[in-house]
Every structure is written in C-alpha cells, then in structure tokens.
C-alpha cells in the first residue's frame, strides 16, 4: 500500500510544521504548529485545513515549541477527537505553553479592540487559554526509544534529538517502509543538552533547514554575554534579552550563572526571568534530569540564578526601575508577550541593550531589529530603536549546516528521497546543494500543499 505525504507548513519558512501523512484511508499529522512571521503566513492559521480535523487519527509531535504544536488547541476545537503522542517531556511543556499561548492569543485581541489598533470589528482570539486546555485532554506520553503500535502494521518511534527537553525525531514504519522526521536537530556539543541520536538508515528523511545555509559562530558565548552585559552596565543601562521561554531561557540562565560564578560579571547585578511560561519550563527542566547535561546541581544553582517575576504588576515594575540589570522575557522573536512592554520602553535609550539569542523569523520584529530596522510597530505605534542590538548564533539550540551534514553523514545507505524542509528558502536550497553534490542522495525542497507518494 503506498504512503502519501502532504507539507502543510514549515515549507518556504521555519514556522507552521505540519506534516499529513496518508496511509490508505488512515490519516496522521506530524506536527501542529503555528504560522508565524509574514502577515501572509499568520493568515494560514485561520484558514480551514485541507483536511477535516474530525478525520485525522492522530497527531504526533516531535517538540513543545509553537511553530510545532501550537495549533493542537485550534484542530481539537475543530473536531479532532484522536491522541496527540509525544515524549513525557514535550507533554510536560505542551501544557505550560498551549495555556500560555491561548492566554496571550485573548490578552492581544482585547487590547486591540481596547485601543482600536486593529481592522477587525472585534478582534477574537485564534483560540482561548480554555481551549488549550481542554486539548491537552488529548496528549498521551510515549518514552523514548519504544515502538508505538498504531495497529495495522504502523508504529511510532521517538528517538533524542537534542534542542529542547523532550525533542525527538520521528520515525514511522508501516508495512516494511520507514519514514523519518528529522523536527529540529540539536546541536552536538551543546552546553545544556544531549547530542542528536546518530540514525543509520531510512527509506525516506524529511530533514529541517532552519540554518541549511550558515554556521554558528565558534567563539565563546560566555566571554561574548560578559562583553556585552558589562559595557551595558558600566554605562547604566539594561539588557534585555527576548528569549525562548522553552530551550534558550534555561541556556542562557546556565551561561550567567557560570558567570557569576567566576566573577567574570558583576555579582550583584539582578536578573529578572519576567515569563511565566519561562518560569514554568524551567521547573520542567529541572524535572526532566538526563534529558539534558546539567546535574541536579547544576539545575538548581541554574534555575537560582534569577529572580522570577510573575505578576504583571510587578513585571511593569521593571520599566520604571533605572538600575543596570538583566531582564530575560518571552517571546524569542519578539512576536508576543511581556517583552513588548519592554522594548516599548527600553529600546529607544542608547544605554541599553537588546540581545536576541537564535534564529529571528522573517517579518517578525526579531527580524526586523537584527537587520538594523530604525523603528519596530508595537501595539499600534512605532517605536525608535536606539538601543544595542545583538544576535548570539552561537547560542542556536539549531543544529547549523555543517552540524546536519554531519549527521546526515552516519546513514550507511542513501534514504530513497530526502526532502528538505523548516527553512526560509535560500537556506533549504542551500541545505538541499550540499546533500545533492556532497553525498549524492535525491534531494528536493516541496512548496506548501505539495503531494509527495512514497512507493
């Protein structure tokens, strides 16, 4: 029986994973994400999907991180009635971020319709923290490394792969053909987390791009994070840092701890971890011990290091307080969440700092200010830049071109067809040169609904 594969998002950008998966009148979802970004993108979040939610079977997740599962409030309240597997870990975020993102989906829409910044008459929530909530009664947690049978002959398998707790690849067997999602490949080395599991073979491998086309910084980003919060300090300023709540918050709290261990920044500078979400993760990853490198003492000096704001109240408190400090707050790309209120205050003052830490999104504000934008749109209004603005790579938790290459480099055998996909076009086509001529697989990049049967 042939196996056919629609790409439903993470195609011609990093954002929208979703992956249908046909086998005879079976149908599963790899991944659920969001769209985020481009006006045009966000859009395909509120457009029906080409298939009835009441019909999927199932849906398998390989992380937490909403471009990958932060459409499972939205496919459940359309009339998904299946599980969504995933790893205990991804389970364990899922229900922290899904909350929060239906949370934050309600605040914007009635703060929009409080100051009138929106064409919509009302704005309305994709979906409510309610609904998030309610779909995280579908989640089921499978282990690492153990065959989930889906009967008739189709089994799940989640192996590590690095990047954030609970990350996995996908492997899917059905009828003696395998087929494996890469999601997001980690980085080997990591300070924080688990090298990618080495795979040996596959009969097809849909592999991410996210940085198909670059390569990571190799200096050292705690001599780079000490450079910069000590200028910004000795000048009286603050640093904010827009960080992934899930992933990137606990590597960057691990990096300054270290530093203050070392006295290599100041030992009575306050950091302020202003995300709940962050908040929450973090307690996860301190529960989540050989998921990551750290020890459980590492974790709690890690998770020690800052204070946790939590009410808004005092998270506001923030904007008026004019001492040098640190203040890390979702979301990463700068797209939502506590961090607009933030740079709406302190990225017009040249004293401060803002230190972006992975990959930004095309048209997200992220984007915009690492390309050197002069203003950014922010609740309605335009507010200057003046501040430092800076993009640590190094601190990706993407595996980077020569970092997935290498990777590829442990099959023994070519998969049947590759396909290249979570990348902004230049980077897959980039990712998808290399495969071609340095291992000489089949190789492509699908566009967005391409139809692909696997014989």
């Known amino acids: 029986?042939?196996?056919?594969?629609?790409?439903?998002?993470?195609?011609?950008?990093?954002?929208?994973?979703?992956?249908?998966?046909?086998?005879?009148?079976?149908?599963?979802?790899?991944?659920?994400?969001?769209?985020?970004?481009?006006?045009?993108?966000?859009?395909?979040?509120?457009?029906?999907?080409?298939?009835?939610?009441?019909?999927?079977?199932?849906?398998?997740?390989?992380?937490?991180?909403?471009?990958?599962?932060?459409?499972?409030?939205?496919?459940?309240?359309?009339?998904?009635?299946?599980?969504?597997?995933?790893?205990?870990?991804?389970?364990?975020?899922?229900?922290?971020?899904?909350?929060?993102?239906?949370?934050?989906?309600?605040?914007?829409?009635?703060?929009?319709?409080?100051?009138?910044?929106?064409?919509?008459?009302?704005?309305?929530?994709?979906?409510?923290?309610?609904?998030?909530?309610?779909?995280?009664?579908?989640?089921?947690?499978?282990?690492?490394?153990?065959?989930?049978?889906?009967?008739?002959?189709?089994?799940?398998?989640?192996?590590p792969a690095g990047h954030i707790i609970g990350a996995a690849m996908v492997l899917i067997t059905y009828e003696g053909k395998s087929i494996l999602f890469s999601g997001d490949l980690g980085r080997p080395g990591s300070a924080t987390m688990v090298d990618p599991s080495i795979v040996r073979k596959a009969d097809y491998l849909v592999v991410e791009s996210t940085y198909g086309n670059r390569l990571h910084e190799k200096s050292d980003p705690e001599s780079r994070i000490a450079e910069i919060v000590n200028r910004v300090a000795s000048r009286g300023g603050t640093v904010l840092i827009p960080a992934f709540a899930v992933g990137r918050t606990q590597t960057i709290l691990f990096h300054l701890q270290q530093l203050k261990a070392q006295n290599r920044i100041p030992q009575n500078l306050p950091v302020f971890l202003d995300s709940p979400m962050a908040i929450n993760a973090t307690n996860i990853f301190h529960a989540h011990l050989g998921e990551h490198r750290l020890t459980k003492e590492q974790c709690s000096a890690t998770c020690n290091v800052a204070t946790y704001v939590r009410l808004a109240e005092d998270s506001k408190a923030l904007d008026h307080n004019s001492m040098p400090k640190i203040i890390i707050s979702a979301s990463g790309m700068a797209t939502g969440g506590r961090i607009l209120p933030h740079l709406k205050n302190f990225a017009s003052d040249r004293r401060n700092a803002v230190l972006f830490v992975g990959f930004q999104a095309g048209g997200t504000r992220g984007d915009k200010m690492t390309h050197g934008a002069d203003s950014v749109k922010i609740h309605g209004a335009y507010i200057p830049i003046h501040a430092e603005v800076e993009n640590l790579h190094m601190l990706s938790a993407h595996a980077d071109a020569n970092e997935i290459m290498g990777w590829l480099g442990h099959f023994e055998s070519p998969p049947k067809r590759t396909f290249v996909t979570h990348g902004e076009p230049a980077a897959s086509d980039a990712l998808r040169l290399r495969i071609e001529e340095e291992l000489n697989w089949s190789c492509s990049v699908p566009e967005y609904r391409d139809r692909v049967t696997l014989d």
């Open 1 to 159: 029986m042939t196996i056919n594969l629609t790409f439903l998002g993470a195609v011609g950008t990093v954002t929208g994973s979703k992956y249908l998966l046909e086998a005879g009148d079976r149908r599963f979802l790899l991944d659920c994400g969001l769209f985020q970004g481009f006006k045009q993108l966000r859009l395909r979040n509120w457009a029906p999907l080409p298939v009835n939610p009441k019909n999927i079977e199932a849906v398998i997740l390989t992380h937490a991180h909403l471009d990958h599962s932060g459409y499972v409030p939205l496919l459940v309240k359309n009339g998904f009635k299946g599980h969504v597997y995933a790893t205990s870990g991804t389970c364990d975020l899922c229900s922290v971020l899904l909350s929060d993102s239906g949370y934050l989906q309600e605040r914007d829409a009635e703060l929009a319709n409080r100051h009138g910044y929106t064409k919509h008459r009302p704005a309305t929530p994709l979906y409510t923290q309610h609904d998030a909530e309610v779909s995280m009664k579908r989640f089921k947690p499978v282990p690492f490394e153990q065959d989930l049978d889906l009967g008739g002959g189709l089994t799940v398998r989640f192996r």
